[in-house]
C-alpha cells in the first residue's frame, strides 16, 4: 500500500478509544497497540519526531494498518491481549515462557466443597489459593488439609441417598459427607478451618499433627510417625519463608523491570498471607513501543492465566488507572497498585529489580542463541529454500499407525521458530483402510486446508509454511490436495529422514542443509516434534484410562457425563461414530452438547 493511500486512512482515524494493527507487505501482523485516542496515537508512528531503533524499524515496515474501535480503553487493553495471543507480531513485547504454577482450590460453591489441584484459575468458581513455588508440593498441602481437617478430595457426588464411606473415611482424611456421617453446619466448620490453614494460619495444623505424630510413636507406628513429622517440617520451611513485618492477610505480587535497550528482564516475588511463595524471572526482546506500554501489556498477558492479588507493587511508570481498571474488572474486586519508597515492600521491590538486573545479564547470550535457532533460522529458511514469505507460522504434519491400525496424524506449530503447543491438533484418519501413510496425510491436509478462506480460519490461522515429514512421495501427494483446493501462497516442503533432504516444489534434486546450520535444526525439531506428538496419541488411543480423557477435553463434559456416556456406547470408537441424535439420547447430554461432541470429533 502507498504512502499516499496510508496518508488518507490517518485522516480516517476516529478519535475514540480501540487497537490498531500494523502489516507488513507480506500481510502479517507485526505490532498490535492501544490507544485512548486511535487518531492521536496512530499518527504518532508517521509524524517526523525523532524515534527509537527499534520503533523506526518497525515503521519502515509497514505496509497498511487496520483498528478495531472499543467501547472504553479498558476493552482495549483486554483486545490487545487477544489479538498479540493470536498474532505473536515481532515489535509487540511477549510473554513466551507462560509456565503455570499450581494453585489449592477450595470449591466453595459446593454444598460440600472439596479441595483439589489446578492450574487453571476461573473467576467466580470458588477460592484459589496460590501460586505455589519452590518446591512447594500442593498435593501434600491437599493431603495435610485432609487429614487435619477431614475435608474431601474426590470428586463424587453427594446425593440424598446415603453412599458407601470410602477409604480416607477409614484412614480419617475425610468427613464422609457421601455417607451422610457429617452434618453440613459441622462440614462447613471444617471448610472456614480449612481456608485458614490455606491462607497461612499453620499453627494449628502443626500442633494437630504433632498430636497425631507422638500418638503413633508412642504405639511403635514409626512409619506413621516419620510421615507426620516430614509434613511437619514442610509447614515449617513454609513458615520460616514468613515476612514478619509484612501482615498476614497481605496477598501481593512485586514487579521489577530492567532492560539494555534490545532486551529485557522482568522479575516477580510472590506473596501470599505474608509467605514468600517463590519468584519468578522472563527475558524477552524489547518491543516498539513505549517502556510503559510493553510492561502494562506484559503485565495484562501476564494476569490473562494467573490470579491477581490483591496488591501490586512496582516501580515502572504505567497507566494505573487503566491497569487498576482491567485487573479489577477481571478479578471482581478491588485491586491495589502501590510505588513504595520505603518499608519492607521497598526492600522486596529492590530485591525483585536485583534479581531483574542479574538475570537480564546473565541470559543476553543465551536470548541472542535462542533468536540464532528461532527468528533468524527461519530467516534462512527463507533465503536458503527460496521461500514466497517469512515462515512465521510453520506447521508439520506426521502419520503414526501400526499395521494400520488406529492411523493417527498430527498437526504441529510453530511460531517464529518455536513450538507454539496451543496451536497443536490431532486428527484420526477416517477415510483411509490399511497402512497407507499417502493417503492417510491426504485426508488430513484435505481437512486442514478445507478450513482456509472460512470462519474456522480465525481458529485455525494461515501458515506461510507446511513441513511434510517424507520425502519426494509424501511432497507429491500433498501438493495433488493443494492444486485439487486450489491454494496458493503457502510454501511447501519435505524433510526426508536419515540424510535429512529438503524436498521443494521449484526443484527435483533435494536441497542438502549443513547439519550445523540453525535452518536445519529448526526443521528437524518441527518433525520430531510432530512425530512425538502422533506417537503420543496413537498411544492413547490404546489405553482405556487415556481414552476417557479424550473426553475429559470436550468442554461442558464432567465426570458424570462422560461416565454415561461410555455407559451407553461401550467405547470411544462408538462415540466418535455416533450422530447427534445418538448422543443427545444420552442422559444429561442433550441437544445443544451433542452437537458440540459430534463437532469436536467431526474436528480431529
Known amino acids: 500500500?502507498?504512502?499516499?493511500?496510508?496518508?488518507?486512512?490517518?485522516?480516517?482515524?476516529?478519535?475514540?478509544?480501540?487497537?490498531?494493527?500494523?502489516?507488513?507487505?507480506?500481510?502479517?501482523?507485526?505490532?498490535?497497540?492501544?490507544?485512548?485516542?486511535?487518531?492521536?496515537?496512530?499518527?504518532?508512528?508517521?509524524?517526523?519526531?525523532?524515534?527509537?531503533g527499534k520503533v523506526r524499524a518497525m515503521v519502515e515496515s509497514i505496509a497498511d494498518f487496520s483498528y478495531i474501535v472499543t467501547p472504553t480503553e479498558v476493552d482495549a487493553l483486554a483486545l490487545e491481549n487477544t489479538y498479540i495471543k493470536k498474532y505473536k507480531p515481532k515489535y509487540n513485547i511477549l510473554l513466551k515462557d507462560d509456565k503455570t504454577y499450581p494453585y489449592i482450590k477450595v470449591h466453595t460453591k459446593e454444598a460440600f466443597p472439596r479441595i483439589s489441584v489446578t492450574r487453571r484459575v476461573k473467576l467466580g468458581e470458588g477460592k484459589y489459593f496460590g501460586p505455589f513455588m519452590g518446591g512447594i508440593s500442593c498435593k501434600e498441602i491437599v493431603d495435610i488439609a485432609a487429614r487435619v481437617y477431614r475435608i474431601r478430595a474426590c470428586t463424587v457426588t453427594i446425593g440424598e441417598k446415603p453412599k458407601k464411606p470410602c477409604l480416607n473415611y477409614h484412614l480419617g482424611r475425610c468427613g464422609a459427607p457421601c455417607a451422610h456421617f457429617i452434618s453440613q453446619e459441622d462440614y462447613a466448620a471444617c471448610v472456614e478451618k480449612t481456608l485458614s490453614f490455606l491462607a497461612g494460619n499453620y499453627e494449628e495444623a502443626e500442633s494437630l499433627l504433632s498430636e497425631k505424630m507422638e500418638a503413633f510413636a508412642a504405639n511403635e507406628e514409626f512409619e506413621l510417625a516419620l510421615e507426620y513429622r516430614n509434613k511437619i517440617e514442610m509447614l515449617?520451611?513454609?513458615?520460616?519463608?514468613?515476612?514478619?513485618?509484612?501482615?498476614?492477610?497481605?496477598?501481593?505480587?512485586?514487579?521489577?523491570?530492567?532492560?539494555?535497550?534490545?532486551?529485557?528482564?522482568?522479575?516477580?516475588l510472590v506473596t501470599r498471607g505474608g509467605i514468600m511463595q517463590g519468584s519468578r524471572s522472563f527475558t524477552l526482546d524489547e518491543g516498539a513501543g513505549e517502556a510503559g506500554e510493553g510492561f502494562l501489556s506484559f503485565l495484562t498477558q501476564y494476569y490473562a492465566a494467573h490470579a491477581l492479588p490483591h496488591e501490586v507493587v512496582l516501580e515502572e511508570?504505567?497507566?494505573?488507572?487503566?491497569?487498576?481498571?482491567?485487573a479489577e474488572e477481571k478479578?471482581?474486586?478491588?485491586?491495589?497498585?502501590?510505588?513504595?519508597?520505603?518499608?519492607?515492600?521497598?526492600?522486596?521491590?529492590?530485591?525483585?529489580?536485583?534479581?531483574?538486573?542479574?538475570?537480564?545479564?546473565?541470559?543476553?547470550?543465551?536470548?541472542?542463541?535462542?533468536?540464532?535457532?528461532?527468528?533468524?533460522?527461519?530467516?534462512?529458511?527463507?533465503?536458503?529454500?527460496?521461500?514466497?514469505?517469512?515462515?512465521?507460522?510453520?506447521?508439520?504434519?506426521?502419520?503414526?499407525?501400526?499395521?494400520?491400525?488406529?492411523?493417527?496424524g498430527s498437526m504441529v506449530v510453530f511460531t517464529d521458530g518455536e513450538a507454539d503447543k496451543y496451536e497443536y491438533r490431532r486428527f484420526r484418519i477416517k477415510t483411509v483402510e490399511g497402512a497407507n501413510d499417502f493417503a492417510s496425510l491426504q485426508e488430513v491436509l484435505r481437512r486442514r486446508l478445507q478450513k482456509l478462506g472460512t470462519a474456522e480460519e480465525a481458529r485455525f490461522a494461515r501458515p506461510q509454511l507446511i513441513v511434510i515429514d517424507g520425502g519426494k512421495g509424501q511432497l507429491s501427494a500433498v501438493k495433488a490436495i493443494f492444486e485439487e483446493l486450489g491454494v496458493v501462497g503457502i510454501d511447501l516442503i519435505a524433510?526426508?529422514?536419515?540424510?535429512?533432504?529438503?524436498?521443494?516444489?521449484?526443484?527435483?534434486?533435494?536441497?542438502?542443509?549443513?547439519?550445523?546450520?540453525?535452518?536445519?535444526?529448526?526443521?528437524?525439531?518441527?518433525?520430531?516434534?510432530?512425530?512425538?506428538?502422533?506417537?503420543?496419541?496413537?498411544?492413547?488411543?490404546?489405553?482405556?484410562?487415556?481414552?476417557?480423557?479424550?473426553?475429559?477435553?470436550?468442554?461442558?463434559?464432567?465426570?458424570k457425563k462422560r461416565t454415561a456416556l461410555l455407559q451407553a456406547f461401550g467405547t470411544i470408537d462408538k462415540i466418535m461414530r455416533a450422530s447427534e441424535e445418538e448422543l443427545a439420547r444420552v442422559e444429561g447430554v442433550g441437544p445443544v452438547l451433542a452437537a458440540h461432541i459430534h463437532s469436536y470429533f467431526e474436528n480431529l
Open 331 to 408: 478479578a471482581g474486586r478491588r485491586v491495589e497498585l502501590t510505588r513504595p519508597k520505603f518499608g519492607i515492600r521497598r526492600e522486596l521491590l529492590d530485591m525483585a529489580s536485583g534479581n531483574a538486573r542479574e538475570y537480564l545479564e546473565k541470559s543476553v547470550s543465551a536470548i541472542r542463541h535462542k533468536n540464532d535457532m528461532t527468528v533468524n533460522a527461519c530467516m534462512r529458511l527463507k533465503e536458503l529454500l527460496h521461500l514466497a514469505r517469512y515462515p512465521k507460522r510453520m506447521e508439520c504434519y506426521d502419520i503414526s499407525n501400526v499395521s494400520g491400525v488406529d492411523k493417527v
Open 317 to 326: 511508570p504505567i497507566d494505573d488507572a487503566l491497569f487498576l481498571a482491567y
Open 236 to 268: 515449617s520451611r513454609l513458615g520460616e519463608r514468613r515476612i514478619t513485618a509484612m501482615p498476614r492477610d497481605v496477598d501481593a505480587d512485586i514487579w521489577a523491570y530492567a532492560t539494555n535497550g534490545l532486551y529485557a528482564a522482568i522479575s516477580v
Open 1 to 52: 500500500m502507498g504512502e499516499s493511500v496510508i496518508r488518507e486512512k490517518l485522516k480516517l482515524l476516529p478519535a475514540s478509544p480501540g487497537v490498531y494493527i500494523m502489516l507488513d507487505g507480506e500481510g502479517t501482523v507485526i505490532y498490535v497497540g492501544k490507544a485512548r485516542v486511535l487518531k492521536n496515537r496512530v499518527r504518532q508512528y508517521f509524524h517526523s519526531s525523532p524515534k527509537s
Open 495 to 559: 524433510l526426508a529422514k536419515q540424510e535429512e533432504e529438503v524436498y521443494t516444489l521449484f526443484q527435483d534434486a533435494p536441497v542438502r542443509l549443513d547439519r550445523r546450520d540453525y535452518a536445519l535444526r529448526t526443521l528437524q525439531r518441527i518433525r520430531d516434534e510432530a512425530h512425538r506428538f502422533a506417537v503420543t496419541y496413537f498411544r492413547s488411543l490404546h489405553s482405556k484410562q487415556s481414552l476417557t480423557s479424550v473426553l475429559d477435553e470436550i468442554e461442558g463434559v464432567g465426570k
